[in-house]
């Protein structure tokens, strides 16, 4: 069975009710699902997913989520790694950032980094459960 580590940071709950879905569509998959503030260690996982917001201006939360990210990134060089998020009013520039960090830290990056607009709908929650599922597939 594969190991599977969520880390996600969410100030009004958005991004939090995607790592939610997400934890169920990784199906029978061994998960651990964390807030960031919880600072957990990448040792003994298959994949990771990682999940934060757009803030400031277009950039990850940077009280906690990004000095937890910023401690762990090298360590994910060669490891499974996709990407979640909930936004705004932006057009995603803070995923596309992420997604090209992360390529640079040398992770294997799943697709491209999933968004949603605000508070997931119910058919948002379905795509985050597809999106997870398709994840534990490769
Ligand atoms: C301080 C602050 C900064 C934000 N900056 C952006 C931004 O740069 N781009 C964007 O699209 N949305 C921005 N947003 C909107 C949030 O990303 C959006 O409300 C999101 O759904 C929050 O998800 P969360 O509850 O998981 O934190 C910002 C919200 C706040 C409160």
Do not use: H
Not at 33 to 38: A, D, L
């Amino acid at each position: 069975m594969q190991k599977v580590l969520v880390v996600y940071w969410s100030m009004t709950g958005n991004t939090e009710i995607m790592a939610n879905a997400i934890v169920e569509g990784c199906g029978d998959a061994d998960v651990t699902c964390v807030n960031v503030s919880e600072t957990p260690s990448l040792d003994g996982y298959d994949k990771y997913m990682f999940g934060c917001s757009s803030m400031g201006d277009e950039v990850l939360d940077e009280g906690e989520f990004e000095p937890y990210f910023a401690s762990i990134e090298a360590g994910l060089a060669g490891k499974k790694v996709a990407l979640f998020g909930s936004y705004g009013w932006g057009d995603g520039q803070w995923m596309r950032d992420w997604e090209a960090r992360v390529k640079a830290d040398g992770a294997e990056l799943f697709e491209t980094g999933l968004i949603i607009n605000e508070t997931p709908t119910d058919d948002d929650k379905e795509t985050c459960k597809k999106f997870a599922a398709s994840f534990m597939a490769v």
